[in-house]
């Protein structure tokens, strides 16, 4: 299992800065209110906007798993190409998995090699990438060996609607109106709104969005699986992982509840050290875009201006992305001797399944170290030395390890950050399943695009800045 190693987050290390042991301790103001923030989630459990603790579990699982994998296996061997469209918690979560549980090659390889088809996430509308894998698509296999997969609980989102409307021109144009929908597999709302009527007119196969799963709760739901699994990804064995780390984060024991331990840590290291931005550095590649979904879950959640009492409040803390070692040239100066306002959490690997030995006989004798050790055992150190050197510095961290990067343990880590969110939202009295601040925005583009009903937005909105100051 995940083992989190907090220590570096208490006052014994790193003095005033860090939280005094028997503060966490059995017994303590902590570990009671643990106690019954842990019968607060229990109570709503898989009710409302806290469906997603489900989907690990019977019988959210085989509902999910049975609509997923027989589809995988009719449509496995028949593509090269998957796009799929998302944005936000339609598509982090997807390119997270496939970048911590496939080759970084994954796209390169042979067919015969790869076992699925290339994965390609248009998770934005920038012109110059979603025009650049429409001609690698033309270039290699054509639309009558590529599906798409559109992502969107309401087909209204403009971003995801935008992209899925090119690419349906370009299915029909090459395949015929009635050919392309073979093409196309659709998540959504099984009931209602803009993409059912589009899906249920066009006769696209459909997964559910699950009601009462918000789309950074999502990737352990068709939303994640259906990609997933289409590149080989073992995603039984990930809800198994979730589930096993959903069963220890129902513990009403602050010391055996690791999901309560980190957000009661981040928590009170924000509200009562001043410590309000929230880095996570993975010591392997693969876990690299897991802190991006880790940064929307975090900063979507958490940061809201008012509490469930209606006080102004502008709770949150800012999430942070680094990756080590590279980032130990980049940013860890910073971290150590710029302001002391961060909590670091370092990834660790342990077993890493490949290693690269370092050769001898260069015969440069400062250099003489290195021979005979390996890539891994070279990384490994400079994880530890990175957490003694910030430890050292008064900076509070901590070490989450992943016994290997597999699915299930990519399950736990992401039941893990769910689950601390929930536990964080509670602590903070706001409301961690709205997004009340994105709605301006979107508006916004609705009225700037020319959206019927959203006229008068067009006119507050200008080029820039409030002003005319353009250097």
């Not at 496939?102 to 088809?117: E, F, I, K």
């Not at 250099?367 to 994880?383: C, I, K, M, P, T």
């Amino acid at each position: 299992m995940l083992r989190i190693d907090y220590g570096n987050c208490l006052a014994g290390a790193v003095g005033g800065h860090g939280l005094d042991a028997g503060s966490l301790a059995p017994g303590s103001e902590s570990d009671r209110l643990a106690e019954a923030l842990c019968e607060r989630l229990d109570a709503v459990r898989t009710t409302g906007w806290t469906r997603w603790r489900g989907l690990p579990y019977e019988p959210m699982r085989s509902e999910h798993l049975d609509a997923v994998l027989p589809l995988v296996d009719r449509l496995k061997g028949r593509f090269d190409n998957l796009i799929v469209l998302g944005i936000g918690g339609s598509a982090l979560g997807n390119i997270a998995l496939q970048s911590a549980l496939n080759p970084p090659t994954w796209n390169l390889l042979p067919d015969a090699q790869r076992g699925g088809p290339r994965l390609f996430v248009l998770d934005n509308v920038d012109p110059v990438a979603v025009a650049r894998t429409i001609r690698f698509v033309e270039s290699s296999g054509g639309w009558e060996r590529t599906l798409v997969n559109v992502v969107s609980k309401s087909g209204e989102t403009a971003e995801t609607a935008a992209q899925f409307m090119i690419l349906r021109e370009k299915l029909i144009a090459a395949l015929g109106e009635a050919e392309h929908a073979g093409h196309v597999v659709a998540i959504t709302d099984p009931e209602r709104g803009t993409m059912r009527r589009l899906c249920d007119s066009a006769g696209y196969a459909t997964l559910p969005v699950p009601d009462g799963v918000g789309g950074r709760f999502s990737v352990l739901s068709p939303v994640g699986l259906f990609s997933a699994a289409m590149c080989g990804i073992d995603v039984s064995a990930m809800l198994a992982g979730a589930q096993v780390m959903d069963d220890r984060c129902s513990s009403a024991q602050l010391g055996r509840n690791p999901a309560a331990m980190l957000a009661t840590i981040l928590v009170r290291l924000g509200l009562e050290r001043g410590k309000t931005n929230h880095v996570m550095m993975p010591y392997a590649n693969a876990l690299y875009l897991m802190a991006d979904w880790f940064r929307q879950l975090w900063a979507e959640s958490l940061g809201k201006r008012v509490n469930d009492a209606g006080e102004e409040v502008f709770a949150g803390f800012t999430p942070i992305k680094a990756l080590g070692a590279r980032d130990q040239h980049s940013q860890v100066q910073l971290y150590r001797e710029g302001p002391n306002d961060k909590v670091i959490a370092l990834l660790a690997v342990e077993e890493f399944g490949e290693d690269v030995a370092i050769p001898a006989g260069l015969g440069v004798d400062s250099l003489a170290y290195l021979e005979g050790s390996s890539l891994a055992q070279l990384l490994d150190a400079e994880r530890r030395a990175t957490a003694y050197a910030l430890t050292q510095s008064q900076r509070p961290n901590l070490t989450i390890t992943f016994p290997r990067i597999d699915a299930r343990h990519i399950g736990e880590f992401i039941q893990l950050w769910q689950m601390t969110t929930a536990y964080a939202g509670l602590m903070l009295g706001i409301d961690a399943y709205d997004q009340p601040a994105v709605e301006l925005g979107k508006q916004a583009t609705f009225g700037l695009m020319g959206r019927a009903g959203y006229e008068e937005w067009a006119g507050k909105v200008s080029g820039g800045s409030s002003g005319s100051h353009v250097v």
